[in-house]
């Protein structure tokens, strides 16, 4: 059994904590909070940030690595995962080479995480997708991709994964209309950069021709661009199915923690009743 709870995903900030229940360790995807948010955050949930063990991160980007953790993170004990391809960029943001695991393919955290990888398109250096899996209970993780292709497909395809996080960044119409210079806008939908509310769906539609997922959480999503109203009526015009297996991550809120394994996937309580945005 695992559980997660994304405690803030979008262009300000990224991190969502992974546990098991009854363990007093934990691990983070991504720490795109400041050491301070993720301190109070695992307080919170009644953890010591000395029980974070493990980061794992998919780029550099600030948004998904604060710039605070490079002068903050002697006082920590995790240790930072990151993709060969990204070492120099995490280095230079100040982080200590010694508090670095490099990875370029799967590895084990302790004796019963496996996580699985894969280096998905996004700007230069690529982003990094995950499966993350202890025992019978699997959760993938995708986001910052610019499109999601065969290799893609096919990892979390073979994976059937019981929670699948996907990046849901914009709204089609709503990025072409934006004011936004050409320039970006052609970043983010250029196959490099972020993936729609459309292609979205195409991906977690691809994945549950396999084995359907128990929970659907959408991730990063466009302040600007984008909005629960178009998303609602594309799920339900779409993937009518699914929809009501769907959860929308805050920018701002923490959401309910999420129970997975091969029997249960559910939220819970959550701490907050706004930070659950179903759609």
Same mark, same amino acid.
């Given at each position: 059994?695992?559980?997660?709870?994304?405690?803030? &995903?979008?262009?300000?900030?990224?991190?969502?904590?992974?546990?098991? #229940? +009854?363990?007093?360790?934990?691990?983070?995807?991504? !720490?795109?909070?400041?050491?301070?948010?993720?301190?109070?955050?695992?307080?919170?949930?009644?953890? /010591?940030?000395?029980?974070?063990?493990?980061?794992?991160?998919?780029?550099?980007? *600030?948004?998904?690595? @604060?710039?605070?953790?490079?002068?903050?993170?002697?006082?920590?004990?995790?240790?930072?995962?990151?993709?060969?391809?990204?070492? !120099?960029?995490?280095?230079?943001? +100040?982080?200590?080479?010694?508090?670095?695991?490099?990875?370029?393919?799967?590895?084990?955290?302790?004796?019963?995480? @496996?996580?699985?990888?894969?280096?998905?398109?996004?700007? =230069? @250096?690529?982003?990094? &997708?995950?499966?993350?899996?202890? *025992?019978?209970?699997?959760?993938?993780?995708?986001?910052?991709?610019?499109?999601?292709?065969?290799?893609?497909?096919?990892?979390?395809?073979?994976?059937?994964?019981?929670?699948?996080?996907?990046? &849901?960044?914009?709204?089609?119409?709503?990025?072409?209309?934006?004011?936004?210079?050409?320039?970006?806008?052609?970043?983010?939908?250029?196959? !490099?950069? @972020?993936? /729609?509310?459309?292609?979205?769906?195409? !991906?977690?539609?691809?994945?549950?021709?396999?084995?359907?997922?128990?929970?659907? =959480?959408?991730?990063?999503? /466009?302040?600007?661009?984008?909005?629960?109203?178009?998303?609602?009526?594309?799920? /339900?015009?779409?993937?009518?199915?699914?929809?009501?297996?769907?959860?929308?991550?805050?920018?701002?809120? #923490?959401?309910?923690?999420?129970?997975?394994?091969?029997?249960?996937?559910?939220?819970?309580?959550?701490?907050?009743?706004?930070?659950?945005?179903?759609?």
């Amino acid at each position: 059994m695992m559980q997660l709870e994304v405690l803030a &995903s979008g262009s300000r900030g990224n991190s969502a904590l992974i546990r098991s #229940p +009854g363990e007093r360790r934990c691990m983070l995807i991504d !720490a795109g909070l400041s050491p301070r948010r993720t301190r109070h955050a695992l307080q919170d949930r009644d953890h /010591s940030h000395q029980e974070l063990t493990d980061v794992l991160i998919t780029h550099s980007d *600030g948004d998904h690595l @604060h710039a605070g953790w490079a002068k903050a993170i002697g006082s920590w004990n995790f240790t930072l995962h990151v993709h060969h391809t990204h070492v !120099a960029r995490v280095e230079r943001s +100040g982080i200590p080479r010694d508090r670095i695991s490099v990875f370029d393919g799967a590895f084990t955290l302790g004796e019963d995480t @496996h996580v699985r990888t894969a280096l998905g398109p996004h700007d =230069v @250096h690529g982003s990094v &997708s995950y499966i993350v899996r202890r *025992g019978d209970a699997v959760i993938g993780w995708a986001t910052d991709l610019g499109r999601f292709g065969d290799e893609l497909q096919a990892f979390f395809s073979d994976a059937c994964p019981h929670v699948f996080a996907i990046e &849901s960044n914009y709204d089609r119409a709503m990025q072409l209309m934006s004011d936004r210079p050409e320039f970006l806008i052609d970043r983010i939908m250029g196959g !490099a950069g @972020h993936l /729609s509310n459309d292609e979205a769906i195409d !991906a977690v539609l691809h994945v549950s021709k396999h084995t359907e997922p128990h929970t659907i =959480v959408l991730l990063h999503r /466009s302040e600007q661009c984008n909005c629960p109203q178009r998303i609602r009526a594309l799920w /339900s015009e779409r993937a009518s199915h699914l929809a009501d297996r769907m959860i929308v991550a805050s920018q701002h809120e #923490p959401m309910p923690p999420i129970m997975v394994g091969s029997r249960v996937c559910s939220v819970a309580t959550p701490l907050t009743n706004r930070g659950l945005h179903p759609i």
